[in-house]
């Protein structure tokens, strides 16, 4: 007979679940501890291959059947010219229904239709990291005239640490500004008004950025000044609290969204079950610099609180300053390297 202590109500399963969960991200950071022991960290950006097949590992063990994850490019031909992508770290695609232009072990070459999520991973996040990560991901927007109109992709940055400079979240908060107020193809007005469209509107931003024992700034459409607008959210361990398990909300964020396509709510009826208790344990939002929005504008209403309440919140609206000088971008990165 087992001794296993069923759980009393919702309260304990969400706890028991929290802690099962969590024994993913401590997996990670024990086999990156027993490295750091033999080789130090100075040397960590030359093992960012093996921390990538560290996540992969991991997320492996996690999908669907009908999925794969390797690393590689997405190509398609479009206006009667090739279209590559730049390499992504990870990328999970439809093994199922879809067939690679090319594959060699853990490598491919995928057409655009397949692709489902993409994830950059980071031995230790900078400034410079995070503008190189957000650049290779975007590239995959290169083939927004191919994806199906119900075609959810993920594209997350994790990263096992960062730079003694970079802050958490104000520094990863001034990057995502800096990169899509700055974007080109497409432009940040062609992106707010892909926000629009339901079913797409979360094509132009990237769902995650999560730091491993930091915390993790999360992409969501929120409901704000009476209109719908994409806003990052900074989740974080609060004193006195257990710390915010980052590799789990990175990766219930991507299940959802397998499970769930271009509708990232509709999942949570058609899935509840699932869905219940892989949201059982949810992060903690930061006191202060707790989210920015886009296209960035004065706040006046948050939801549809009232009093106090929206004030609190519109207090805690963060927008970024001007963009760090190269000094400081390369002190961060001298950070990283000792």
């Keep these: 007979m087992s001794n296993a202590k069923e759980p009393a109500n919702p309260e304990d399963f969400a706890r028991m679940f929290a802690e099962f969960q969590m024994t993913y991200g401590n997996e990670l950071k024990a ?31 996690k999908l669907p059947k009908q999925f794969e994850i390797s690393t590689g ?5 479009i206006s009667g010219a090739k279209v590559l992508s730049r390499q992504i770290d990870l990328l999970i695609w439809d093994a199922h229904n879809h067939v690679p ?30 503008k190189k990560s957000l650049t290779n991901l975007d590239s995959l927007m290169k083939f927004l005239p191919i994806y199906r109109r119900n075609q959810s992709i993920h594209r997350s940055i994790f990263a096992f640490g960062k ?77 006195g609290q257990d710390k915010l398990d980052a590799y789990g909300l990175l990766e219930r964020s991507l299940l959802m969204d ?19 208790a892989l949201f059982a344990n949810s ?9 920015i929005i ?14 106090e309440a929206n004030t609190e919140w519109i207090n805690a609206v963060y927008h970024p300053p001007a963009a760090p000088t190269n000094e400081e971008d390369e002190e961060e990165d001298e950070d990283a390297a000792e």
């Excluded at 040397?43 to 990538?52: A, D, I, M, P, Q």
């Excluded at 992060?283 to 989210?291: A, I, M, N, T, V």
Aim: glycine share 6%; with cysteine; proline share 5%.
């Design 258 to 276: 397998l499970v769930g396509g271009s509708n990232k709510t509709l999942a949570r009826y058609n899935y509840p079950g699932f869905t219940n």
């Design 31 to 61: 086999k990156v501890s027993r490295l750091d022991q033999l080789i130090g960290r100075s040397h960590w950006l030359s093992v960012g291959t093996y921390k990538e097949n560290l996540v992969r590992s991991v997320l492996a063990n």
């Design 163 to 239: 730079g003694k400079k970079f802050a958490f979240p104000r520094s990863i908060f001034n990057g995502l500004s800096r990169h899509y107020q700055g974007c080109n193809d497409p432009s940040f007005a062609d992106r707010v008004r892909l926000t629009t469209d339901y079913d797409r509107w979360s094509l132009p931003w990237i769902d995650n950025v999560a730091v491993l024992d930091t915390g993790v700034v999360n992409c969501n459409l929120w409901y704000v000044n009476k209109k719908s607008i994409p806003a990052y959210l900074a989740l974080s361990a609060l004193p």
């Design 283 to 291: 992060g903690s939002p930061l006191k202060s610099d707790r989210f």
């Design 73 to 77: 490019f997405v190509m398609a031909q």
């Design 101 to 130: 232009f090319f594959r060699d072990g853990d490598f491919v070459i995928i057409a655009p239709e397949a692709l489902m999520a993409a994830i950059e991973v980071k031995s230790t996040l900078t400034s410079k990291e995070l």
């Design 294 to 307: 886009f296209p960035d504008e004065d706040v006046t209403q948050m939801w549809n609180l009232e009093g």
